[in-house]
């Protein structure tokens, strides 16, 4: 068992103005440990929070500057927990911070560079690298990947996404069962066997939660994502298992209401914008606290999900994510002061092991098998499962003479083959029944006394015996036992079946977080969602892009262009194209070198054989004996060989790199043109509202919207968004919304009258009719020239 306290660590994003320098501070104290002083500035000192303090001083295992890299964090931080996971322990990494912190830059990655991947990618690779080289123990790798919004869960892997919308699915549930095991119901859990499947679910996960995100409402500042990877491990022959399970965790961002007092001050109570973040702390206060006994896990979802990794059974770290930016001083001291509660937290980590009945089953049944050969060689007969007639006679004559012998000292000889003694046995109490003799105390304890007296000729049959006997009660235990677990499993398939429209109160069936894959999924998801392989994953991408581009008309085609040619995300399409095409020509020139090298070394391998026959043919035809001396040239031709090996190997590390990375560029590209898409369709329908609002467009230009639209501006409207209904806003686009556009002056609006075609705004539907898209993209080139007169 590893006792732990949770890990708390720092991570602070890179400003993007330079007068933000000055508001914190990085010092060690005398054990190094580093703390993190936030000051406050001083025109924000009066209004915030009561007490006047000036700075806050915050300890961290380790705190993470600007400037730490992807991989610095993936050393320090991840590869410890993988190490864990590896060694059968639990691991839990959780990302904690406000809203464009870098929870998703830290967990996932960013969006652009392959140098940007994060931890989950990172820790694929690395754990995927580490089971390739261990090949004396047996591996299984699960991914699943569950998304919490609004306290209901969501399987982001399930392959009906793509048909069905997301309130459609059923949704994935919680429960505990009499041990207080928590199960989770409709998370399906995917085999991958390599680290590109393992990496293609992620993608698939992270555009499935992507599509469902309108943009009423940016979910993925409000909802939480646990990737989770189970790895079973077992060695050859033996029948325990190992059970490990990583999650890790993008929390909902942690930003809070505050609550205005008069003029404007903030008060210090401010509520979480997220009710689970809330519960969560709640659960995080109650385990900081001694003497608590109850922790109130049950509140909601997520602190359910991670209750073993909240002062449980795993090894967890947290990471507080931080953008020191003034306007964000009183939430950084918020994830700061959270962290130090967290940090609090005692948890115990034990392996995981478990028996396998099945295994077992076969286990002893060889070993039954060997037993009973070895009891053949000592016997010298081989035994088979009964008696055969003619030794059963032989048995009865035996029997009948010993009792009618009248000598007291005669002896009953059957040998040592236990099956001839039961049946001697089972013969005489049938005798005794049959004939009811009288005195049957004194010929029964005759026959006992005469059995007990029967010396055992072997030590070693009678330890056979024994060990036979105990191997077979084992076996009928097992089999019990599976046939409960078997009958446990029906009833939770049937169970499932019954309530799967419910969200977040199922009560029933056993569906283990983390064993027997195939178990988890739902009795209607049939077991085809383990056979998607690679190339399903991504043609499931690849489907959505275009099933959506043949669906356009060829007016909104044109728009798609004109979008696209100024869409910032384009230019990093574009971008990781180029990226692409240069690592595509590397690999190709790569492989070549390597088939080069190849042939170079077979060549060298030919060559070297050819010298060192002709040396013997040499000493042969000379008749010396081979030269002491070192032939130099074949000396050369080896050290040659070395060398061209050496070359090969390196070229092949970097061959399998590049590999990856392009599959993970392709992923990216991939993710990329579906945003991209998404987005112009929400563009689309916001021009055809505006153009249905304001036909005949006298004063279009006043609802013009600039686009592309930066990340800056799409986070502002988010968050003006963020603040409306949302508990419908799950739906799949096109949903046009309200949002305030940018006033401009109306004096080019004559011009833009003759430009656009008329027509009666209530007949504009948003989507579909083609002679509507044309108008729609009228509307659009005209506001465009418009703009570029303007300019
Ligand atoms: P969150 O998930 O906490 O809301 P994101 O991870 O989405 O925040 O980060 C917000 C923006 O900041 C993204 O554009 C991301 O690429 C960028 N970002 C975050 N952290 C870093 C970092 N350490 N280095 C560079 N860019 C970062
Ligand atoms: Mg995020």
Redesign the pocket.
């Given at each position: 068992m590893v006792k732990q306290t949770i890990q708390i660590f720092a991570?602070v994003?890179?400003t993007v103005r330079k007068q933000q320098q000055g508001i914190y501070s990085i010092d060690e104290d005398e054990k190094l440990t580093p703390s993190l002083e936030i000051i406050v500035p001083h025109d924000l000192a009066d209004g915030f929070v009561n007490n006047k303090r000036e700075s806050y001083k915050f300890k961290f295992q380790r705190i993470f500057d600007?400037g730490?890299n992807q991989e610095t964090i993936f050393e320090n931080i991840a590869k410890p927990v993988a190490e864990s996971v590896l060694a059968g322990y639990n691991g839990t990494i959780f990302?904690y911070?406000?809203?464009?912190?870098?929870?998703?830059?830290?967990i996932t990655g960013?969006?652009e560079r392959y140098s940007?991947r994060g931890i989950i990618p990172r820790t694929l690779s690395y754990i995927f690298e580490q089971l390739q080289k261990d090949s004396s123990t047996i591996y299984t790798t699960r991914i699943s990947y569950l998304e919490i919004y609004n306290e209901c869960g969501y399987d982001l892997l399930d392959p009906r996404h793509e048909a069905s919308s997301l309130e459609d699915l059923p949704k994935v549930t919680v429960f505990e069962d009499p041990d207080q095991n928590i199960h989770l119901k409709n998370l399906s859990l995917h085999q991958a066997a390599t680290e590109e499947e393992a990496l293609n679910l992620l993608f698939l996960g992270d555009t499935n939660r992507m599509i469902a995100e309108t943009p009423m409402n940016q979910a993925?500042?409000r909802s939480h994502c646990i990737f989770s990877i189970h790895l079973s491990s077992k060695e050859p022959g033996s029948a325990t298992v190992r059970h490990a399970k990583l999650h890790l965790v993008?929390l909902a961002?942690s930003e809070r209401v505050a609550k205005t007092g008069v003029g404007g001050q903030l008060l210090t109570e401010a509520k979480y914008i997220n009710l689970s973040l809330h519960y969560l702390e709640q659960v995080i206060i109650a385990l900081s606290e001694k003497h608590r006994s109850h922790i109130p896990y049950r509140n909601s979802m997520m602190t359910s999900v991670l209750r073993d990794s909240l002062g449980g059974n795993c090894m967890t770290t947290m990471i507080a994510?931080l953008s020191l930016e003034k306007r964000n001083i009183d939430e950084s001291i918020s994830t700061c002061r959270f962290a130090q509660r967290v940090a609090l937290i005692k948890n115990e980590a034990v392996l995981n092991e478990e028996i396998d009945p099945r295994l077992m089953i076969i286990r002893l049944q060889k070993e039954i098998q060997e037993l009973k050969d070895e009891l053949a060689i000592v016997t010298g007969e081989q035994r088979t499962e009964a008696l055969t007639d003619a030794e059963l006679l032989e048995l009865e004559k035996l029997i009948t003479s010993f009792l009618e012998d009248q000598d007291p000292e005669s002896r009953l000889e059957v040998g040592t083959d236990m099956r001839k003694i039961h049946h001697c046995f089972h013969y005489l109490k049938k005798l005794l029944n049959d004939k009811k003799i009288h005195g049957k105390s004194t010929v029964s304890s005759e026959i006992k006394d005469q059995d007990c007296q029967e010396p055992l000729k072997e030590e070693e049959y009678k330890k056979l015996r024994d060990l036979l006997q105990q191997r077979d009660n084992e076996i009928n235990i097992l089999v019990n036992m599976l046939k409960k677990e078997k009958k446990k499993a029906q009833d939770a398939l049937h169970s499932s079946g019954m309530d799967r429209s419910e969200c977040g109160h199922s009560q029933s069936s056993p569906f283990h977080l983390g064993t027997e894959g195939l178990r988890t999924l739902p009795s209607s998801a049939p077991t085809q969602v383990q056979d998607v392989n690679t190339f399903g994953y991504r043609s499931s991408l690849l489907h959505r892009k275009t099933v959506m581009r043949e669906e356009m008309s060829l007016g909104r085609q044109e728009a798609f262009e004109i979008f696209k040619r100024d869409h910032a995300d384009s230019v990093t399409i574009e971008d990781n194209k180029q990226i692409l095409k240069q690592r595509f020509s590397e690999a190709k020139a790569l492989g070549e070198s390597i088939n080069e090298t190849r042939s170079k070394i077979g060549r060298l391998k030919e060559e070297i054989t050819q010298r060192h026959m002709q040396q013997v043919a040499l000493g042969i035809s000379e008749n010396v004996a081979m030269p002491s001396m070192p032939d130099l040239l074949e000396e050369k031709l080896r050290s040659q060989l070395e060398e061209e090996k050496i070359r090969y190997k390196m070229m092949f590390t970097r061959l399998k790199a590049l590999k990856v990375e392009i599959e993970h560029l392709q992923l990216l590209m991939d993710k990329a043109k579906v945003k991209l898409q998404k987005e112009f369709e929400a563009w689309w329908a916001e021009e055809a509202t505006s153009l249905q609002v304001n036909s005949p467009a006298v004063n279009s230009l006043n609802h013009m919207k600039p686009f592309p639209q930066t990340?800056e501006s799409q986070r502002e409207r988010s968050q003006l968004l963020c603040n409306q209904s949302d508990v419908n806003a799950r739906k799949i686009l096109p949903s046009p919304c309200p949002i305030p556009h940018s006033r401009e002056p109306s004096s080019t609006s004559a011009s833009l009258e003759d430009s656009i075609p008329e027509k009666p705004a209530s007949s504009i539907p948003l989507t579909g009719d083609s002679q509507t898209d044309s108008d729609i993209l009228a509307f659009i080139k005209a506001r465009q020239s418009i703009l570029q007169k303007k300019r």
């Open positions: 991570r994003k890179p600007q730490a990302a911070g406000q809203t464009g912190s870098g929870k998703t830059f830290t960013g969006a940007d993925s500042t993008d961002g994510t990340p």
